[in-house]
Protein backbone atom coordinates (compact mmCIF):
# COMPACT_ATOMS: atom_id res chain seq x y z
CA UNK A 1 0.00 0.00 0.00
CA UNK A 2 1.55 3.37 -1.22
CA UNK A 3 -1.16 5.98 0.40
CA UNK A 4 -3.67 5.80 2.61
CA UNK A 5 -6.94 7.98 3.22
CA UNK A 6 -7.23 10.75 6.03
CA UNK A 7 -9.96 12.99 7.39
CA UNK A 8 -8.92 16.72 7.99
CA UNK A 9 -11.33 19.45 9.24
CA UNK A 10 -11.15 21.93 6.14
CA UNK A 11 -11.83 25.90 7.41
CA UNK A 12 -12.43 28.35 4.18
CA UNK A 13 -14.33 31.49 4.28
CA UNK A 14 -15.41 31.19 8.44
CA UNK A 15 -16.73 27.87 7.16
CA UNK A 16 -15.73 24.52 8.23
CA UNK A 17 -15.98 20.96 6.55
CA UNK A 18 -14.55 17.60 6.58
CA UNK A 19 -12.55 16.61 3.78
CA UNK A 20 -10.79 13.57 3.28
CA UNK A 21 -6.96 13.39 1.51
CA UNK A 22 -4.76 10.82 -0.03
CA UNK A 23 -1.40 10.66 2.07
CA UNK A 24 1.97 9.15 0.92
CA UNK A 25 2.99 6.28 3.01
CA UNK A 26 6.57 5.98 4.16
CA UNK A 27 8.25 3.11 5.84
CA UNK A 28 11.08 2.27 7.80
CA UNK A 29 13.60 -0.35 5.77
CA UNK A 30 16.63 -1.17 7.98
CA UNK A 31 19.78 -2.16 5.83
CA UNK A 32 22.26 -4.44 7.44
CA UNK A 33 25.51 -4.64 5.50
CA UNK A 34 27.81 -7.39 6.53
CA UNK A 35 24.95 -8.39 9.08
CA UNK A 36 26.01 -4.66 10.56
CA UNK A 37 23.32 -2.47 10.73
CA UNK A 38 24.12 0.78 8.69
CA UNK A 39 21.07 2.68 7.86
CA UNK A 40 17.53 2.77 8.57
CA UNK A 41 15.62 4.24 5.20
CA UNK A 42 12.70 5.59 5.29
CA UNK A 43 11.13 4.79 2.10
CA UNK A 44 7.87 4.48 -0.35
CA UNK A 45 7.83 0.57 0.06
CA UNK A 46 8.46 -0.76 -3.58
CA UNK A 47 11.24 -1.04 -5.32
CA UNK A 48 13.60 -1.94 -2.57
CA UNK A 49 15.95 -3.93 -4.28
CA UNK A 50 16.70 -1.25 -6.40
CA UNK A 51 16.58 1.07 -3.66
CA UNK A 52 19.07 -1.01 -1.73
CA UNK A 53 21.51 -1.36 -4.88
CA UNK A 54 21.36 2.30 -5.80
CA UNK A 55 22.04 3.27 -2.25
CA UNK A 56 25.27 1.07 -2.30
CA UNK A 57 26.68 2.10 -5.32
CA UNK A 58 25.47 5.99 -4.81
CA UNK A 59 27.17 6.46 -1.39
CA UNK A 60 29.95 4.81 -2.34
CA UNK A 61 30.20 1.13 -0.12
CA UNK A 62 30.50 -0.84 -4.23
CA UNK A 63 31.38 -0.31 -7.47
CA UNK A 64 28.49 -2.37 -9.30
CA UNK A 65 25.90 -5.27 -8.26
CA UNK A 66 28.80 -7.90 -9.04
CA UNK A 67 30.35 -6.83 -5.83
CA UNK A 68 27.34 -7.97 -3.66
CA UNK A 69 28.12 -11.26 -2.21
CA UNK A 70 24.88 -12.23 -0.61
CA UNK A 71 21.42 -9.91 -0.53
CA UNK A 72 18.21 -10.91 0.47
CA UNK A 73 14.78 -9.00 1.65
CA UNK A 74 13.30 -9.95 4.63
CA UNK A 75 10.07 -7.48 5.12
CA UNK A 76 11.60 -4.55 5.72
CA UNK A 77 14.59 -5.58 6.61
CA UNK A 78 17.40 -5.68 3.58
CA UNK A 79 20.71 -7.51 3.89
CA UNK A 80 23.52 -7.23 1.90
CA UNK A 81 26.72 -9.12 2.27
CA UNK A 82 29.95 -7.42 0.26
CA UNK A 83 33.46 -7.32 0.40
CA UNK A 84 34.74 -5.68 3.65
CA UNK A 85 35.34 -1.97 3.71
CA UNK A 86 36.93 -0.08 6.51
CA UNK A 87 34.59 2.87 5.96
CA UNK A 88 31.60 0.42 6.95
CA UNK A 89 31.35 2.01 10.77
CA UNK A 90 30.91 5.31 9.63
CA UNK A 91 27.77 4.76 7.81
CA UNK A 92 25.12 4.59 10.53
CA UNK A 93 22.71 6.88 9.92
CA UNK A 94 19.03 7.79 9.93
CA UNK A 95 18.32 8.44 6.30
CA UNK A 96 14.43 10.60 5.79
CA UNK A 97 13.51 12.95 2.87
CA UNK A 98 16.00 15.91 4.16
CA UNK A 99 19.10 14.55 4.69
CA UNK A 100 22.35 13.16 2.97
CA UNK A 101 24.52 10.73 3.16
CA UNK A 102 27.71 10.96 6.19
CA UNK A 103 30.41 10.94 3.53
CA UNK A 104 29.44 14.23 1.29
CA UNK A 105 31.98 16.54 2.69
CA UNK A 106 35.59 14.04 2.51
CA UNK A 107 37.96 14.66 -0.21
CA UNK A 108 37.11 11.78 -2.83
CA UNK A 109 38.60 12.01 -6.09
CA UNK A 110 35.46 11.14 -8.44
CA UNK A 111 35.34 11.71 -12.15
CA UNK A 112 32.62 11.06 -14.64
CA UNK A 113 34.22 8.47 -17.31
CA UNK A 114 31.52 9.81 -20.40
CA UNK A 115 31.30 11.55 -23.37
CA UNK A 116 27.95 11.82 -23.63
CA UNK A 117 26.75 15.08 -24.64
CA UNK A 118 22.99 16.38 -24.90
CA UNK A 119 20.71 18.82 -26.55
CA UNK A 120 18.93 21.37 -24.24
CA UNK A 121 15.92 20.31 -25.63
CA UNK A 122 15.80 16.69 -24.71
CA UNK A 123 16.60 18.17 -20.96
CA UNK A 124 13.57 20.67 -21.05
CA UNK A 125 11.28 18.30 -22.98
CA UNK A 126 11.82 15.61 -20.33
CA UNK A 127 9.71 17.40 -17.78
CA UNK A 128 6.65 15.60 -18.54
CA UNK A 129 8.28 12.15 -16.99
CA UNK A 130 8.17 13.55 -13.73
CA UNK A 131 4.20 13.16 -13.47
CA UNK A 132 2.63 10.10 -11.43
CA UNK A 133 -0.83 9.40 -10.33
CA UNK A 134 0.58 8.85 -6.78
CA UNK A 135 1.78 13.40 -7.08
CA UNK A 136 -1.29 14.71 -8.03
CA UNK A 137 -3.45 12.56 -5.38
CA UNK A 138 -0.79 13.52 -2.70
CA UNK A 139 1.59 16.07 -3.28
CA UNK A 140 4.09 13.97 -0.59
CA UNK A 141 6.73 12.37 -3.26
CA UNK A 142 9.69 12.69 -5.03
CA UNK A 143 10.46 11.71 -8.95
CA UNK A 144 13.68 10.50 -10.35
CA UNK A 145 14.02 9.27 -14.34
CA UNK A 146 16.84 8.05 -16.04
CA UNK A 147 16.84 9.69 -19.61
CA UNK A 148 18.61 8.42 -23.01
CA UNK A 149 20.45 10.97 -25.66
CA UNK A 150 17.19 10.42 -27.63
CA UNK A 151 15.34 12.05 -24.56
CA UNK A 152 13.51 8.73 -23.38
CA UNK A 153 12.80 8.15 -20.11
CA UNK A 154 14.37 4.17 -19.18
CA UNK A 155 13.86 4.36 -15.54
CA UNK A 156 11.31 6.32 -12.95
CA UNK A 157 10.88 5.63 -9.77
CA UNK A 158 8.93 7.98 -6.76
CA UNK A 159 9.48 7.58 -3.26
CA UNK A 160 8.75 10.49 -0.27
CA UNK A 161 12.65 11.15 -0.71
CA UNK A 162 14.44 12.47 -3.48
CA UNK A 163 17.57 10.92 -2.17
CA UNK A 164 15.26 6.89 -2.26
CA UNK A 165 14.20 7.86 -5.85
CA UNK A 166 18.09 8.61 -7.32
CA UNK A 167 18.92 5.57 -5.46
CA UNK A 168 16.19 3.50 -6.75
CA UNK A 169 16.65 4.64 -10.62
CA UNK A 170 20.28 3.66 -10.43
CA UNK A 171 19.57 0.65 -8.42
CA UNK A 172 17.33 -0.28 -11.50
CA UNK A 173 19.90 0.63 -14.08
CA UNK A 174 22.83 -1.57 -12.70
CA UNK A 175 20.49 -4.68 -11.85
CA UNK A 176 19.45 -3.85 -15.82
CA UNK A 177 22.37 -3.69 -18.12
CA UNK A 178 22.18 0.44 -18.83
CA UNK A 179 25.01 2.50 -19.32
CA UNK A 180 24.19 5.28 -17.08
CA UNK A 181 27.57 7.13 -18.65
CA UNK A 182 25.07 7.40 -21.43
CA UNK A 183 21.75 8.89 -19.74
CA UNK A 184 21.09 11.95 -17.47
CA UNK A 185 19.17 11.60 -14.17
CA UNK A 186 16.06 14.25 -13.89
CA UNK A 187 14.67 14.81 -10.24
CA UNK A 188 11.92 16.90 -8.83
CA UNK A 189 14.34 17.34 -5.65
CA UNK A 190 16.64 20.20 -4.92
CA UNK A 191 20.27 19.27 -5.67
CA UNK A 192 22.45 19.27 -2.64
CA UNK A 193 26.85 17.95 -2.41
CA UNK A 194 24.67 14.86 -1.47
CA UNK A 195 22.20 14.58 -4.49
CA UNK A 196 25.41 15.21 -7.02
CA UNK A 197 27.59 12.77 -5.35
CA UNK A 198 25.57 10.28 -5.80
CA UNK A 199 25.44 10.48 -9.60
CA UNK A 200 29.26 11.32 -9.56
CA UNK A 201 29.80 8.06 -7.82
CA UNK A 202 27.30 6.18 -10.18
CA UNK A 203 28.86 7.42 -13.43
CA UNK A 204 25.78 9.81 -14.35
CA UNK A 205 27.35 12.33 -16.29
CA UNK A 206 24.46 15.03 -16.16
CA UNK A 207 21.77 16.00 -13.11
CA UNK A 208 19.06 18.04 -13.87
CA UNK A 209 15.88 19.43 -11.78
CA UNK A 210 13.33 21.36 -11.85
CA UNK A 211 14.15 23.59 -8.68
CA UNK A 212 16.73 25.21 -7.57
CA UNK A 213 20.52 23.88 -6.70
CA UNK A 214 22.14 24.34 -2.98
CA UNK A 215 25.89 25.86 -2.88
CA UNK A 216 27.36 22.51 -1.95
CA UNK A 217 25.38 20.91 -4.66
CA UNK A 218 27.05 23.41 -7.32
CA UNK A 219 30.52 22.88 -5.50
CA UNK A 220 30.55 19.21 -5.80
CA UNK A 221 28.88 19.10 -9.86
CA UNK A 222 32.55 21.41 -10.25
CA UNK A 223 34.57 19.21 -8.63
CA UNK A 224 33.36 15.91 -9.81
CA UNK A 225 32.67 16.74 -13.03
CA UNK A 226 28.99 16.87 -13.47
CA UNK A 227 26.79 19.06 -15.51
CA UNK A 228 24.25 20.86 -12.69
CA UNK A 229 21.17 22.11 -14.51
CA UNK A 230 18.27 23.58 -12.75
CA UNK A 231 15.18 25.04 -12.78
CA UNK A 232 14.26 23.34 -15.88
CA UNK A 233 10.73 24.16 -17.30
CA UNK A 234 9.18 23.57 -20.83
CA UNK A 235 11.57 26.69 -21.92
CA UNK A 236 14.62 27.45 -19.74
CA UNK A 237 17.35 25.59 -18.31
CA UNK A 238 19.99 27.08 -15.83
CA UNK A 239 22.78 25.19 -16.03
CA UNK A 240 25.75 25.54 -13.19
CA UNK A 241 28.86 23.63 -13.81
CA UNK A 242 30.31 21.65 -17.20
CA UNK A 243 28.21 22.82 -19.70
CA UNK A 244 30.31 21.03 -21.85
CA UNK A 245 27.79 18.31 -21.74
CA UNK A 246 25.62 19.90 -23.86
CA UNK A 247 25.37 20.49 -27.31
CA UNK A 248 24.91 23.61 -27.40
CA UNK A 249 26.29 26.59 -24.98
CA UNK A 250 23.68 28.65 -23.56
Same mark, same amino acid.
Given at each position: ??? *???????????????? #???????N??? /??????? &?????????????????? @? &???? @???????????????????????????????R??????????????????? &?D???????N??E????????? &??????? #?????? *? +???????????????????D?????????????????? /?? #?????????????????? @???????P /??????A?????????C??? +?????????????????
Open positions: MYT *INYSALEFNGGLSHKK #TYTVAVETID /LYINKTP &IASILSTPEMLKELAIGY @L &ICEG @LVKSPDSIRDFKIDGNRIYAMIDQSEHLELWELRSSGCVGVRWEENENIS &ISGTRFSASIESLGFLESD &IYRETHG #THAACL *I +NVSGECVAKAIDVGRHNAFKVVGYAYLNGIDVREHFI /LS #TGRQSAGMVLKAARAGIP @LVATKTA /LNSGIDAQRCGVCLVFVS +NDRISVFSHPERLLCRL
